[in-house]
């Protein structure tokens, strides 16, 4: 590859980059392209491919052919109200498609910026393709909302935009790792490591006023789900049980591949005595490096 098609694929890469509020400089260092080999340069765009390889999901409002489309990106403090959005195609028209995963065609999951607010709800799509789902948000503040989805015959996809509530903005400090958390009189204990670059097996127990709970129920077919965030950016993975949809707790455990190193926070959804409800954790990975 020549000198000039190298610049031209190095930009690329970092306007792939740009969305997901990365650092490229800092982790691949200065290049100065008139004095840098071509050994120098494959290197360094070597560098760069890995860092586009530890994206995720959720920091782009278009990927994999497919845009989300925002009826409006305002809403009134703590006034419930119905939130509407498209999926669009190449083609500009509304995917109306969808596979059913985990007993739903969407997923929907709207968090504030700083990490608080989190929902994880199931709109209804109209015929013509346009879904809609109440929503509420309780302060002010700017929320990323995530679609999770998957097109009949198209990839496995999950799209971000953000949308503003005015008022004054106070926001939540994660400042220290937590990995228990009360809701409705139960305790919830996360146990495990997160090692960036690989799989990780974390655990989740449950109990109700220090009785372990072995009756948990179903939640779209499956003892719980789990979504990690990134702490930085809000990079989206929605996690599922290792065990099978008969488990019922009081332990439910998950593989979790983070792609780099940092603070994560960490929402289970659980359901029992027919109500879902959801911890919250904050978690740091591991010093351990993926090789």
């Keep these: 590859m020549n000198t000039a098609a190298k610049l031209s694929a190095y930009g690329l890469a970092l306007a792939r980059v740009a969305g997901g509020a990365w650092a490229v400089g800092g982790a691949v260092g200065p290049l100065d392209v008139n004095t840098a080999t071509p050994s120098e340069m494959d290197h360094q765009m070597g560098d760069?491919?890995?860092?586009?390889d530890t994206r995720l999901p959720g920091l782009a409002v278009a990927d994999n052919g497919y845009r989300l489309e925002l009826r409006k990106d305002q809403l009134e403090t703590g006034v419930p109200a119905g939130f509407g959005f498209r999926i669009v195609g190449v083609d500009g028209k509304a995917v109306t498609r969808f596979d059913v995963q985990h007993d739903k065609r969407l997923h929907f999951v709207v968090v504030r910026r700083d990490g608080s607010g989190y929902q994880h709800l199931h709109p209804e799509m109209a015929t013509d393709g346009a879904w809609s789902v109440p929503l509420a948000?309780?302060?002010?503040?700017?929320?990323?909302?995530f679609t999770d989805f998957k097109p009949e015959g198209g990839e496995k996809t999950t799209l971000g935009a953000d949308i503003q509530v005015p008022g004054q903005y106070q926001p939540e400090r994660y400042e220290s790792p937590t990995r228990t958390d009360t809701v409705d009189g139960y305790e919830v204990k996360l146990a495990g490591e997160l090692a960036p670059g690989k799989a990780s097996t974390v655990t989740a127990?449950?109990?109700?006023n220090g009785t372990p709970v072995g009756d948990l129920q179903p939640y779209l077919g499956a003892a719980g789900h789990l979504v990690a965030l990134r702490a930085t950016d809000l990079g989206y993975l929605h996690v599922h049980p290792l065990d099978d949809s008969t488990a019922s707790g009081p332990e439910i455990r998950f593989a979790v591949?983070?792609?780099?190193?940092?603070?994560y926070?960490?929402?289970?959804?659980?359901?029992h005595a027919g109500t879902v409800r959801t911890a919250e954790f904050t978690v740091d990975t591991t010093e351990e490096t993926h090789s």
Excluded at 48 to 52: N, P
Excluded at 257 to 263: D, F, L, S, Y
Excluded at 265 to 271: A, K
């Design 137 to 145: 948000l309780p302060a002010a503040g700017s929320y990323r909302v």
């Design 205 to 208: 127990t449950v109990a109700q």
């Design 257 to 263: 591949e983070v792609p780099t190193p940092g603070r």
């Design 48 to 52: 760069v491919a890995e860092v586009v």
């Design 265 to 271: 926070r960490l929402f289970l959804d659980f359901q």
